[in-house]
């Protein structure tokens, strides 16, 4: 038996820059894990089928789930004939802007490395994972990471300074495609960057300043309760605001741990689902 952990993340910035020929995004993004985890086991079977068990209602058994196609990557192409039962104890929320699926793909990954003892570096099993998803190969590394190409280019930073974060989740479910294909992109100054520089100076007024989200303005537009989190969030002193992925989820940042508290109290009277955890980096 081997267990891994599986990190949700958060966008500290997500640029759109132009729209490629293949039709993905050309994207910037400053990603960070938070402590916010799935817990994944995972045991060689007798015969060679992948079961997927998990008590969640909402996680799907079979092919459709994510770490399924990843466990069935990785023994096609490692020759694996042992399956493997693989159990997802689900504690990010789903369809949430905090790339569960892709987190839950990333620790089979490296699962199935360990299980089997394949020995294969991070790097190739990142490479591997892009074919699945663009979010899974900043999942496979965690931490902290600028993240270019449509995701899958992975520049690994240090870890912000510490920090504490309130995230609310409305009771909605927002398609990731549906808001790229409503995007306009190209007007919006790029903010990656700005977050790079201030994550590396360890500078945590900065790291405020550049938080920025390009599907922010779309996704609001369309879920005016993503905007009512994000403005609450904002007056209820939090330092700075802003939504993850494609939404609905929001976080609001805090220094201190008190000022955090207050943040969480404020947010659970207009929200039923808020977490309150710190920054992984
Ligand atoms: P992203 O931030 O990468 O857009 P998300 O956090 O918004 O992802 P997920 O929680 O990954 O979204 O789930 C989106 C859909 O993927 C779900 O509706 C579910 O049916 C499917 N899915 C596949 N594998 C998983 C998994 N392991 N856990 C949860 N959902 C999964």
């Given at each position: 038996?081997?267990?891994?952990?599986?990190?949700?993340?958060?966008?500290?910035?997500?640029?759109?820059?132009?729209?490629?020929?293949?039709?993905?995004?050309?994207?910037?993004?400053?990603?960070?894990?938070?402590?916010?985890?799935?817990?994944?086991?995972?045991?060689?079977?007798?015969?060679?089928?992948?079961?997927?068990?998990?008590?969640?209602?909402?996680?799907?058994?079979?092919?459709?789930?994510?770490?399924?196609?990843?466990?069935?990557?990785?023994?096609?192409?490692?020759?694996?004939?042992?399956?493997?039962?693989?159990?997802?104890?689900?504690?990010?929320?789903?369809?949430?802007?905090?790339?569960?699926?892709?987190?839950?793909?990333?620790?089979?990954?490296?699962?199935l490395?360990s299980?089997?003892?394949?020995?294969?570096?991070?790097?190739?099993?990142?490479?591997?994972?892009?074919?699945?998803?663009?979010?899974?190969?900043?999942?496979?590394?965690?931490?902290?990471?600028?993240?270019?190409?449509?995701?899958?280019?992975?520049?690994?930073?240090?870890?912000?300074?510490?920090?504490?974060?309130?995230?609310?989740?409305?009771?909605?479910?927002?398609?990731?495609?549906?808001?790229?294909?409503?995007?306009?992109?190209?007007?919006?100054?790029?903010?990656?960057?700005?977050?790079?520089?201030?994550?590396?100076?360890?500078?945590?007024?900065s790291?405020?300043?550049?938080?920025?989200?390009?599907?922010?303005?779309?996704?609001?537009?369309?879920?005016?309760?993503?905007?009512?989190?994000?403005?609450?969030?904002?007056?209820?002193?939090?330092?700075?605001?802003?939504?993850?992925?494609s939404?609905?989820?929001?976080?609001?940042?805090?220094?201190?741990?008190?000022q955090?508290?207050?943040?969480?109290?404020?947010m659970?009277?207009?929200?039923?689902?808020?977490?309150?955890?710190?920054?992984?980096?």
């Amino acid at each position: 038996m081997h267990y891994e952990t599986a990190p949700a993340k958060i966008n500290l910035t997500l640029d759109t820059l132009y729209k490629r020929n293949d039709g993905y995004h050309e994207v910037s993004m400053v990603m960070t894990t938070v402590d916010l985890n799935d817990n994944l086991s995972f045991e060689r079977r007798k015969d060679r089928k992948i079961v997927i068990q998990s008590d969640h209602q909402f996680v799907p058994t079979d092919r459709r789930n994510l770490a399924y196609q990843a466990a069935e990557l990785m023994m096609e192409r490692y020759h694996i004939e042992t399956g493997v039962t693989i159990n997802i104890d689900k504690h990010i929320p789903i369809a949430a802007g905090l790339a569960g699926g892709s987190a839950d793909a990333a620790a089979t990954f490296r699962g199935l490395n360990s299980l089997y003892n394949l020995g294969i570096e991070l790097s190739e099993l990142a490479d591997l994972s892009a074919e699945l998803g663009s979010d899974i190969p900043f999942c496979v590394y965690g931490g902290t990471a600028l993240a270019t190409g449509r995701g899958e280019i992975i520049e690994r930073l240090k870890s912000p300074p510490h920090a504490w974060l309130v995230l609310a989740k409305p009771n909605i479910s927002v398609s990731t495609k549906s808001i790229y294909r409503a995007l306009r992109p190209g007007k919006n100054k790029a903010a990656s960057q700005e977050m790079k520089t201030a994550i590396l100076n360890e500078d945590y007024q900065s790291i405020v300043s550049a938080l920025k989200n390009d599907l922010e303005e779309v996704t609001v537009k369309k879920y005016p309760e993503v905007k009512k989190l994000l403005e609450n969030m904002r007056v209820s002193g939090s330092d700075g605001a802003l939504m993850s992925g494609s939404g609905p989820t929001v976080f609001g940042i805090c220094r201190k741990e008190r000022q955090s508290i207050h943040l969480y109290n404020a947010m659970k009277g207009c929200c039923s689902e808020v977490y309150r955890i710190r920054l992984l980096g």
